[in-house]
């Protein structure tokens, strides 16, 4: 039976850390599916369609990897497209917490359902969306935190928020 595992988040925008834990994920999964959630009670900065383009464009070089998104409980969704696992990145002590919480709500939901996580690489250990937006919004550079296509956008999007 093919091992499926689900890697859901934001990605608002996807970063180099996102990127980095997806590489380690689908080494030991036949498939990946990076599942942004489609949540109307955030603002974010890209649509979710843009989002998934963005992702897209950044794994395209990974035949297994899928970018879908998904809204409902994380659980259902996993349930249809038949992952077994939920993979989730730590960078810190802080993210703890709020992944062991969503673990065990999770687990309480649907007990088959494993969750995974992963370390990802110590130089995107402080990396986050939030401060991508936040640097990239206030001039700073991120080209070494985000890909390239991601650059871009930031810079058209905050760009069109100036003018
Ligand atoms: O990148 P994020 O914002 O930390 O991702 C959070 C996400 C999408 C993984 C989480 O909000 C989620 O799974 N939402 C789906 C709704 C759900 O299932 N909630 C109950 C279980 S915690």
Redesign the pocket.
């Known amino acids: 039976m093919k091992r499926i595992a689900v890697y859901?988040?934001?990605?608002d925008p996807v970063t180099h850390g996102h990127l980095d834990l997806a590489d380690r994920g689908r080494r030991h999964f036949d498939h990946l599916v990076m599942a942004i959630?489609r949540n109307e009670d955030k603002e974010p900065l890209f649509t979710v369609q843009e989002r998934v383009e963005l992702l897209r464009e950044a794994v395209k070089g990974w035949d297994n990897v899928d970018v879908e998104s998904f809204d409902g409980?994380?659980?259902d969704y996993a349930r249809r497209i038949k992952a077994s696992v939920i993979l989730r990145g730590i960078r810190a002590l802080s993210d703890f917490e709020y992944e062991m919480q969503?673990a065990m709500?999770?687990r309480r939901l649907e007990p088959d359902l494993e969750a995974v996580f992963l370390l990802p690489s110590e130089e995107y250990s402080f990396v986050s969306s939030r401060l991508v937006r936040e640097v990239a919004a206030l001039g700073g550079s991120v080209e070494d935190l985000v890909p390239p296509n991601v650059v871009t956008a930031l810079a058209k999007r905050l760009g069109e928020r100036r003018s």
């Open positions: 859901p988040g934001t990605f959630l409980l994380l659980v969503m709500m999770n």
